[in-house]
């Protein structure tokens, strides 16, 4: 008999049961709450006379429309404002923790969950957003859901879904030295493409892999969903477990003991059958820029735009005739050769305290170019916030030139007043490119924090591996 | 949710193709934060004579009395009688809200956009389509007073003058809608396995159980 997938153990584990049809009723362990794609589901659940089903297993953050700057005088934007208010309305009439915009543990709904320990490996973790994919990373088998079944979680604990088939990423080798998780995981959107695993739940593996730490495997999950897939996952080993202990929700005393043991199975066994495998040489891999309007548009920092008339596969030409008309860029253009308007260093995909420290470490005793209009640094949470403070990174940043902001999405898609203006280009450390995501005609470039903070400072594009950090 | 077997009611005519979301519900209204509540906003664009905004009044707005649910002989209708690929465009939820908000219970058209259809379904609102021949046929003759019966246990639907038109509906949606449930109504009463589930895995893992 062939083993299981991770991704099969998981979901075995959850199943409440299983109709005719093959659809199931799963267990959902965690779920997220935030501003944006909640207020509909509470007021369904209010106007059915529904309650939660566990309250206690909700967590809720406001997070995509909150202010970075000035806290203190609340969000001036109305609409903004009240989406932000219902959520601290709902929380408190269903008996639900939120971290409110006062609290320190606020922060971007996907990086407060595992700094919590609310994310926990063995779960299921849903959220109505769908870089959910982000706690994978620990083991848990986590992905986005839309407001009908964010209602459906509320009133259940349970979801109606359809088992996914299983896809496995190996990454062969080690990257050299400066390589990131971010240029791990756009290097394998390049490779598979946006629509690579749709249809499938990806677990990553290899030695390039196990290297990262616990932040640097959230960031290649968090991209999961860039590849078509609604989850990623990451075996479970001692950086995980090591991560885990003693967070506020983690579990304690002989919990702890029995939660570590069940957890170390959370891998896929030798003999495990995948659906569908790929190979990544992970030694082949540089510093890695997007540069046209969707994820799977990348090259290496030291490679050219390509041309479209090379691509033979006309739809694909096409759209890539259309990126570089929105991008203003040109095939053959060197990619060190693109200079930035702004730059943004923030989001669920590269907002966390060792993100800050490589950003940290380029710009360090040196000063963003005279081009650049804006350079946003933007914590993923509080917590976060306060440990970069303690590090002295606030002022490593400040002194640079950079902003160093409030805790929140920010920039990524620029729901509050953080965004870039038509046809501004900046390189940004989140998750999207997508035509006017950072603000209506805004040009995103999707890199890693060290290359984003090394664009700043050169005021274009440079290979960030290439400069001496000492 | 609202169950759904046996209506007889007024039909309104809606006499235009492709009728997207966008005109059910314009999209400044997608900024609320409720579900409830876009019935006065429905086809806001062809209802009024002005811009409508979310939250406003619309008592004492301008109305364009030539817009066909405006006309007092339609008023109370709960059938729309309507063209081919309505509902296409986005996939807001809010279209099938603001219908149901309004008072709709059924559409029948010739065909549907299909996202549109599956969250009629969600939200206690029956499509049916109907061949072109016989929705021509509805329309041609459509007078004042014009009310249809529509049995959803039969998949029937009788007309005035007691014709009976057969109508397709996927089984697992219709028992939904018969018994008023929606998913979240379904999967409760499955309330004793969920129960059950969280008894056993208690046991394999007690500090999902446990409030730190
Ligand atoms: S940081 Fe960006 S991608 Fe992440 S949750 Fe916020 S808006 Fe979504």
Same mark, same amino acid.
């Given at each position: 008999m062939s083993g299981k997938t991770l991704y099969d153990k998981l979901w075995e584990d959850h199943v409440v049961y299983t109709e005719d049809d093959g659809s199931s009723l799963i267990y959902i362990d965690r779920h997220l709450v935030h501003e944006v794609t909640s207020p509909q589901a509470f007021e369904g659940l209010r106007l059915a006379g529904r309650k939660p089903w566990r309250p206690s297993r909700n967590l809720a953050v406001a997070d995509h429309n909150v202010p970075t700057t000035d806290r203190d005088k609340g969000i001036a934007d109305p609409v903004a404002r009240l989406q932000v208010d219902t959520l601290d309305k709902n929380c408190i009439e269903f008996g639900i923790t939120e971290f409110t915009m006062a609290d320190a543990r606020q922060g971007i709904v996907h990086v407060i969950g595992p700094e919590q320990g609310a994310t926990l490996p063995g779960m299921t973790v849903v959220c109505g957003d769908s870089h959910t994919s982000t706690h994978g990373a620990s083991g848990a088998l986590a992905f986005g859901i839309g407001t009908s079944e964010v209602e459906h979680v509320l009133a259940t604990q349970c979801l109606i879904q359809k088992k996914a088939k299983n896809l496995l990423i190996h990454l062969n080798g080690q990257t050299r030295s400066g390589v990131t998780a971010k240029d791990i995981v756009l290097a394998i959107i390049g490779k598979i493409g946006t629509a690579g695993g749709n249809g499938y739940t990806i677990e990553f593996v290899g030695e390039a892999i196990r290297a990262l730490s616990m932040e640097g495997r959230m960031t290649v999950c968090n991209m999961a969903i860039e590849a078509g897939a609604r989850a990623g996952l990451i075996a479970v080993d001692e950086v995980t477990i090591d991560y885990y202990r003693n967070r506020p929700y983690s579990p304690k005393g002989s919990d702890w003991f029995m939660a570590e043991r069940l957890w170390q199975r959370l891998h896929s066994d030798d003999n495990a059958v995948f659906d569908k495998v790929i190979g990544i040489d992970a030694t082949a891999i540089k510093p890695q820029v997007t540069w046209g309007t969707?994820? #799977?548009l990348v090259v290496a920092v030291d490679e050219t735009i390509p041309d479209p008339e090379a691509e033979s596969d006309l739809t694909k030409r096409q759209g890539m005739v259309r990126a570089l008309e929105y991008m203003g860029l040109k095939a053959g253009q060197a990619i060190t050769d693109i200079a930035v308007d702004k730059v943004f260093i923030g989001s669920c995909t590269n907002s966390r305290i060792e993100d800050l420290r490589a950003a940290a470490q380029v710009a360090k005793g040196k000063k963003i170019a005279g081009n650049i209009k804006l350079a946003l640094v933007v914590p993923g949470s509080g917590l976060v916030k306060e440990q970069a403070e303690s590090e002295g990174l606030d002022k490593v940043f400040r002194e640079a030139g950079f902003e160093w902001r409030e805790p929140g999405c920010s920039m990524c898609l620029a729901m509050n007043a953080d965004r870039l203006e038509e046809g501004e280009r900046c390189a940004s450390t989140s998750n999207r490119n997508f #035509? $006017?995501?950072? $603000?209506?005609?805004g040009r995103t470039h999707l890199v890693s924090p060290a290359m984003a903070a090394a664009a700043a400072i050169a005021g274009h594009f440079v290979d960030v591996t290439a400069i001496n950090l000492t | 949710m609202q169950a759904f077997t046996l209506l007889t009611s007024l039909v309104a005519p809606l006499d235009r193709a492709n009728v997207d979301t966008d005109a059910i519900i314009p999209k400044q209204f997608l900024k609320s934060i409720k579900r409830a509540g876009f019935g006065p906003y429905l086809f806001d664009e062809w209802r009024y004579l002005d811009r409508g905004e979310p939250d406003m009044d619309c008592t004492h707005r301008l109305l364009n009395k030539d817009f066909v649910l405006n006309k007092p002989q339609y008023k109370g209708s709960e059938i729309l009688l309507t063209r081919e690929n309505? %509902?296409? %465009? *986005? *996939?807001?939820?809010?279209a099938p809200w603001a219908l149901a908000d309004f008072g709709f219970r059924a559409i029948i058209a010739p065909s549907f956009a299909d996202i549109f259809y599956n969250n009629c379904f969600k939200n206690g609102l029956l499509p049916i389509p109907l061949a072109t021949e016989v929705v021509d046929s509805l329309f041609n003759e459509l007078t004042e007073g014009y009310t249809l019966t529509v049995d959803l246990n039969t998949q029937k639907i009788i007309t005035p003058n007691n014709r009976e038109i057969s109508f397709d509906v996927d089984e697992n949606r219709k028992y939904r809608l018969l018994n008023g449930l929606d998913d979240i109504g379904l999967s409760l009463q499955h309330t004793d396995k969920i129960r059950g589930y969280e008894a056993e895995r208690a046991k394999r893992a007690p500090w999902l159980f446990v409030d730190y």
């Open positions: 969707s994820p #799977e #035509e $006017g995501r950072q $603000g209506y005609g | 309505f %509902g296409c %465009g *986005s *996939s807001r939820e809010h």
